[in-house]
């Protein structure tokens, strides 16, 4: 079953724009909220992450906002650029009890666009 | 340069001829990991692996083994290959440890396209 729902599936933005990517998680036991960025023909790469312990996490025009009470947490990306079209990706690993992690669950990915 | 690669990047196969995608990396990670990318499906976990000898299933293991008998390399195999596993492989990397909050990123590799008809 799919644990981590992600929408919407493809975003056009214009260039100066703000793109919104939205995730939704089920397991509360998820405790590290990664997402990673892939540009055509490439494997993924670490975008940004945050902990269920801040409600809120920026690196540059990159932003993650966390609801934990509704399970949902969100990338921002403010002033989009065409160098930002690529598809991303939400994630969360299952924790083991014992420390680290385990599975990994992956969103189904948005493509972005960001036009001129 | 800090890296995982895979081999070969391109595939074309027919159907029931045993395969292995080869997955390296040079990180020490413990933590390695194989995934399948479909469109509209996103990234799969197929297998992970958190250290030599210990590997697991992810949520679409059938049809695939793993072996992990070196810390540095972690091969896909398909002994009978379907047309339904057509597919983009990623293999990936990671840190790993007895503690949280820990920093988890994967390092993922440049990808396999498989094809098989």
């Known amino acids: 079953q799919q644990q981590v729902k992600q929408s919407p599936q493809s975003l056009i933005v214009q260039k100066g724009g703000i793109s919104i990517i939205n995730c939704a998680y089920e397991n509360t036991a998820f405790d590290y909220f990664p997402w990673y960025q892939q540009f055509p023909g490439k494997g993924p790469a670490l975008l940004i992450a945050?902990?269920?312990?801040?409600s809120e996490k920026k690196e540059g025009r990159f932003t993650i906002s966390f609801n934990k009470s509704a399970k949902q947490f969100s990338l921002h990306i403010m002033d989009s650029q065409p160098g930002d079209s690529a598809t991303y990706f939400c994630a969360a690993p299952s924790p083991r009890f014992s420390g680290g992690y385990q599975k990994v669950t992956f969103g189904t990915g948005t493509k972005l666009q960001v036009i001129p | 340069e800090a890296q995982v690669t895979q081999n070969p990047r391109y595939l074309i196969t027919v159907t029931g001829k045993k395969l292995t995608v080869t997955c390296s990396q040079n990180m020490n990670h413990e933590y390695m990991s194989w995934y399948r990318q479909d469109p509209g499906l996103g990234l799969r976990q197929i297998y992970y692996?958190?250290?030599?000898?210990?590997?697991d299933k992810g949520d679409v293991p059938e049809g695939y083994k793993v072996s992990r008998k070196e810390k540095r390399n972690f091969p896909l195999i398909l002994e009978s290959p379907s047309p339904n596993q057509t597919s983009l492989y990623f293999c990936?990397?990671?840190?790993?440890?007895?503690?949280?909050?820990?920093?988890?990123?994967?390092?993922f590799g440049p990808g396999t396209r498989l094809t098989v008809t």
């Open positions: 990936a990397s990671s840190m790993t440890g007895p503690q949280r909050p820990l920093l988890y990123e994967q390092y």
């Open positions: 692996s958190m250290n030599v000898e210990v590997t």
């Open positions: 945050i902990r269920p312990d801040v």
